[in-house]
DNA sequence: GTTGACATTCCCACGATGGGAAGGTGTAAG
DNA sequence: CTTACACCTTCCCATCGTGGGAATGTCAAC
């Protein structure tokens, strides 16, 4: 299999393919004669595996953490889970900041008149020193 | 005022000074007969309102927008307001991929025995096809 | 054998930030 | 006056994950 059909049938383009591999973080894939990248099923199940990892906000250490164990049959399923929790704890970190962003922005929206006058809390409040000042 | 002043006064670093400086965000600071930048209060008070801007999380193209409002003394508050609530939506947009990606990886969690076993759940979601195969 | 669709490698870009090297400036103490 | 030190300058490189494009090579079909 080519790397456009591996990329079609796992769903990452082979810009990312050719990426994943340069980093280290799938195998090297068999050459043709004409110097073409070779993919088998177990493979493109990889590159599968990976893209769903992405999909789900792991960084590439982290998948990289997740192949080890999905390809290591002796893995206790105790590893899986405990990195799967800490995703969970930094995916949460990022929710909670974009929160307080929008919280922050929400009240002071709520404050600004939003008509032809120029005077609004929202730049008021940028410029003045803040909490952390 | 030397950067490393108005970078303590700012809360924004040397480096992003530089940096903004480059891009055009911020205008030219003036230069000592050293070639030191020197910097006004005004100037802080300008850096000051990106950093407040970048906590809230605006990109600096809307940085850009909001300092152009800012300097604006005809502006109107609407115009202001308008930009903020995009953003807002950006950032809820953003909080929503992260949730969905949570919910998913708690549904995975949920089911995974988390022992010494190796038969995950987890692992088993991340190598069959998903829902966009 | 030509054409067209693929493949290869290599370099560049983003956004926002940090690190560090090599060299210049300013100031205080010896 | 010199030396030391803290600060400044510019320039390049790295991050992370992805895309774009150029120049060149390969394969299959007609």
Same mark, same amino acid.
């Given at each position: 299999?080519?790397?456009?059909?591996?990329?079609?049938?796992?769903?990452?383009?082979?810009?990312?393919?050719?990426?994943?591999?340069?980093?280290?973080?799938?195998?090297?894939?068999?050459? !043709?004669?004409?110097?073409?990248? =070779?993919?088998?099923?177990?493979?493109?199940?990889?590159?599968?595996?990976?893209?769903?990892?992405?999909?789900?906000?792991? =960084?590439?250490?982290?998948?990289?953490?997740?192949?080890?164990?999905?390809?290591? &049959? =002796?893995?206790? =399923?105790?590893?899986?889970?405990?990195?799967?929790?800490?995703?969970?704890?930094?995916?949460?970190? &990022?929710?909670?900041?974009?929160?307080?962003?929008?919280? !922050?922005?929400?009240?002071?929206?709520?404050?600004?008149?939003?008509?032809? &006058?120029?005077?609004?809390?929202?730049?008021?409040?940028?410029?003045?020193?803040?909490?952390?000042?």
């Amino acid at each position: 299999m080519n790397i456009g059909e591996a990329s079609k049938a796992s769903g990452v383009s082979a810009k990312m393919i050719r990426y994943y591999e340069s980093i280290g973080l799938i195998p090297s894939a068999d050459r !043709t004669g004409g110097g073409y990248r =070779s993919y088998a099923d177990t493979d493109v199940q990889r590159l599968r595996f990976v893209r769903r990892a992405r999909d789900l906000g792991f =960084s590439i250490p982290e998948i990289a953490d997740l192949l080890g164990l999905w390809s290591d &049959r =002796s893995r206790k =399923s105790a590893d899986v889970k405990r990195l799967a929790q800490a995703h969970i704890e930094g995916l949460e970190q &990022r929710i909670s900041d974009l929160q307080q962003m929008v919280d !922050t922005l929400r009240s002071l929206v709520a404050c600004c008149a939003g008509d032809d &006058r120029p005077d609004c809390p929202i730049l008021e409040t940028l410029e003045k020193p803040g909490i952390r000042d």
